[in-house]
């Protein structure tokens, strides 16, 4: 790693590099803006419960601890597995991609490094696999 490539992961650099909290809730509530109007979204946000910024403000929370910064969610909200949270619901390989083009395109909106944008699709791809096997897919 040179200076000017952070080795995000480590201690809170992605919590940093996304712009602490205002840049998380930023990405999320674009996330859930753009899911409201995704034609290829429109299975997985009838699946939510109808109050975007509840469930914009609860991902946001999430990804505030899940990228090293303060845990949030469960501050706020109790202890959650992200794969038990989602095994309720019918979530196949279309539905992943749908979640992670609404992420891809939310991220590319806001001022991050290109390099974290990168980073943090293929980091979110993790859980939304494990998400997957959760639902039985
Ligand atoms: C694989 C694609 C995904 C789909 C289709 C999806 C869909 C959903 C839906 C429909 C809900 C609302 C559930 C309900 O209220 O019954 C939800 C909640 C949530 N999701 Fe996902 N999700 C996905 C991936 C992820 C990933 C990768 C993360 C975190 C890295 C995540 C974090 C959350 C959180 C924190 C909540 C709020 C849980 C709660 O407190 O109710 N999701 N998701």
Not at 22 to 51: Q, T, W
Not at 71 to 85: D, H, Q, T, W
Not at 112 to 130: C, H, M, N, S, T
């Amino acid at each position: 790693m040179t200076d000017d490539q952070p080795s995000y992961g480590t201690s809170d650099t992605s919590y940093q590099a996304a712009g602490e909290l205002s840049g998380l809730i930023n990405l999320c509530d674009e996330f859930y803006r753009i899911m409201a109007v995704s034609a290829e979204a429109k299975v997985i946000y009838a699946m939510h419960p109808g109050d975007d910024n509840l469930s914009s403000k609860k991902l946001a929370y999430f990804l505030s601890g899940w990228l090293g910064g303060p845990k949030l969610y469960r501050e706020n909200f109790g202890a959650i597995n992200i794969p038990c949270a989602h095994a309720h619901l019918p979530i196949s390989t279309s539905e992943r991609d749908a979640w992670i083009n609404c992420m891809r395109k939310a991220a590319a909106m806001q001022p991050y490094a290109d390099a974290f944008k990168i980073y943090l699709i293929e980091q979110l791809k993790v859980p939304a696999g494990r998400i997957l096997q959760a639902c039985g897919n």
